[in-house]
């Protein structure tokens, strides 16, 4: 490309912008592309300027200001640009930033529809660099709009055209990409470097021991020695050989044998132990169990010293809170130690200390994923008075406002005969009543009005427990307001085999474990048939156990690679910065007495 002098006055800029001007073809027009002077130059002349030349200078002004990260004024720039009179290049060009502005605001879905003009199926015919520019933030709206698939498609397709730190960056944004999605999508692709690409992320995910995974990987490099992730293996893999090298021998199961936790412990130890004997059987050698019951404790410390000797290499308990705030509170632990109940967040733990338990917080905080993925914008919320209703409030709008969302109003269920009364003040009923009076009193005569509900609700967040969840659906029709959609946390499922009971929960979308919505899962049915109740609410203890048996091995990987994510029986698992795990959970929804199962992209 010629190379541009700053412009000694504005006279000369029309001539400088057509020496840096890329010329596709004369069908397609001229590319702009920022000349060596200010923005206010570039409109000045534009103003001057014959209207051809003043598309390509107010362009390149808009473009100036963006990489300026002057966004509102790149905006208003090209909002003076007439898209309809430009030629495909300036087209693509003009759309590939209004997609980088939605970005800016993080507005994904404008983005999309900013590069789905009928130009861009021009841009192969354009200078890589354009192509390129336009791909990644193709890339990066699908990723954004919770296309991960496509998102990764659109990489792949990139990846060729780029280089040096561009293309290792691709390469492990690619990793990234299809690492992180559920199994039945890492299926097929269609191209072979995509399909690739699945295959790994497939292998990984379905290889229960650190052992089973290097192997696999492995493998699929001999198989596929001239594809690009065998040729440069993703980061996180090159770490997880490392971690591979130091394997888990002895693990201790702390937990209560007596009291009131005695049942839930039941529940939790025979489920580890299913998914310890389940990995048994894949003849790979698997850490010797030792449970100790911590119900019988009298000093932590000497439960630690005695584990030592033992030669434990990690704790996988207590489930008693006391003992987890207690851990919590320690400088360091002597053995890595993966608790079962979360200490009071916030609370610094030490860095030997993991935490892992049902949290309902996780459950708040899906909703508001969900909700927003579904396009809603606006909530109201319904959650128990109590300090449990508050934890999961405050989880769900701190989840809810970091997406954008807005939490209009939120009323605490207590008396069911109060019920009614809340809802109608969610949805300003009386409000509705009252101005009818007004009119009525106005006019002197009868009014026949029918109270209308605000419409600036989107939907209903919703926690509660089966019971109260009946009532609230029915009072929701009663006061008008049963058209608007319900997201809720599992709490309200039973998990029983009675239609009647869903009857009155019809079109209510909830979060579950996979454990209780996926039964055909090998591990599932295996300990269904031996513990019926397992098929039950305390299906989610055995989950819990479960996975906390596939953690085991595999915390220093998440401690290491914080984006990688195990798929469990419980959730989709990851490890937050304070070392908690944290639940993203499938969904689901009632439908004439059944539960459904969704899937991720149903709205």
Not at 129 to 144: F, G, N
Not at 251 to 264: C, D, F, K, N, Y
Not at 494 to 513: H, K, M, V, W
Request: a negative charge.
């Amino acid at each position: 490309m010629i190379a541009c002098l700053r412009p000694l006055s504005a006279l000369c800029l029309a001539g400088l912008l057509a020496a840096c001007a890329s010329s596709p073809s004369s069908s397609l027009g001229e590319l702009p592309r920022t000349p060596d002077a200010s923005i206010e130059q570039l409109l000045q002349q534009a103003s001057e300027a014959k209207p051809e030349e003043a598309v390509l200078l107010r362009l390149s002004a808009a473009d100036l200001a963006y990489k300026q990260q002057d966004i509102g004024r790149s905006a208003r720039i090209l909002e003076q640009i007439p898209l309809d009179s430009m030629k495909p290049a300036q087209h693509i060009f003009a759309s590939t930033l209004a997609a980088e502005l939605a970005m800016a605001r993080n507005q994904p879905k404008s983005a999309l529809k900013a590069l789905s003009h009928p130009s861009f199926d021009h841009l192969a015919e354009l200078p890589v660099e354009q192509q390129v520019r336009t791909q990644l933030v193709r890339a990066r709206a699908l990723e954004a709009d919770g296309q991960t698939l496509a998102a990764a498609r659109e990489r792949v397709f990139i990846a060729p055209l780029l280089s040096g730190e561009a293309a290792s960056s691709n390469h492990e944004a690619i990793w990234a990409l299809v690492s992180s999605l559920p199994l039945d999508q890492l299926q097929g692709g269609g191209d072979k470097d995509l399909a690739g690409w699945l295959e790994l992320a497939r292998l990984t995910k379905t290889s229960s021991t650190l052992e089973q995974q290097q192997a696999a990987i492995d493998n699929w490099r001999a198989q596929n020695p001239e594809h690009p992730a065998a040729k440069q293996l993703p980061q996180a893999l090159t770490k997880l050989k490392e971690i591979a090298g130091q394997p888990l021998t002895k693990i201790a199961l702390l937990l209560p044998q007596e009291g009131q936790l005695a049942s839930v412990s039941r529940a939790l130890r025979d489920g580890f132990l299913a998914a310890h004997y389940q990995a048994q059987q894949s003849g790979q050698p698997q850490p010797t169990i030792e449970i100790y019951d911590s119900s019988k404790l009298t000093s932590i410390d000497d439960f630690y010293r005695q584990a030592q000797a033992d030669g434990v290499q990690l704790v996988v308990g207590p489930l008693e809170k006391p003992l987890v705030k207690q851990l919590s509170t320690r400088e360091q632990l002597p053995i890595t130690t993966l608790a079962l109940n979360y200490s009071d967040s916030g609370q610094e733990a030490p860095a030997q200390l993991f935490q892992f338990g049902l949290a309902a917080e996780d459950e708040a905080r899906e909703v508001a994923r969900r909700a927003w993925a579904d396009g809603m914008r606006s909530a109201v919320a319904l959650v128990p008075r109590s300090e449990w209703g508050d934890r999961v409030l405050r989880a769900f709008q701190q989840s809810w406002q970091a997406e954008g969302g807005r939490l209009i109003a939120a009323e605490h269920v207590d008396q069911p005969v109060a019920l009614a009364q809340q809802i109608a003040d969610l949805f300003q009923l009386r409000q509705s009543e009252a101005r009818a009076k007004r009119l009525q009193g106005t006019l002197g005569v009868p009014v026949a009005a029918q109270p209308a509900r605000r419409q600036d609700v989107d939907f209903i967040f919703l926690a509660a427990t089966p019971q109260q969840a009946q009532q609230i659906k029915p009072t929701l029709a009663f006061q008008y307001a049963g058209d608007v959609p319900v997201y809720a946390t599992s709490h309200l499922y039973s998990a029983s085999n009675d239609p009647a009971q869903y009857q009155d929960l019809n079109g209510i979308r909830f979060c579950e474990t996979p454990w209780l919505l996926e039964g055909d899962d090998p591990l599932r049915q295996q300990v269904g048939s031996q513990w019926p109740q397992a098929g039950g609410s305390l299906g989610r203890l055995y989950a819990m156990g479960a996975d906390a048996y596939r953690l085991a091995p595999r915390l220093a990987q998440l401690k290491a690679l914080p984006e990688t994510q195990v798929d469990g029986l419980s959730g989709r698992l990851s490890l937050n910065p304070a070392r908690r795990v944290e639940r993203q959970l499938p969904w689901a929804e009632f439908r004439d007495g059944q539960v459904q199962r969704l899937k991720d992209s149903d709205s």
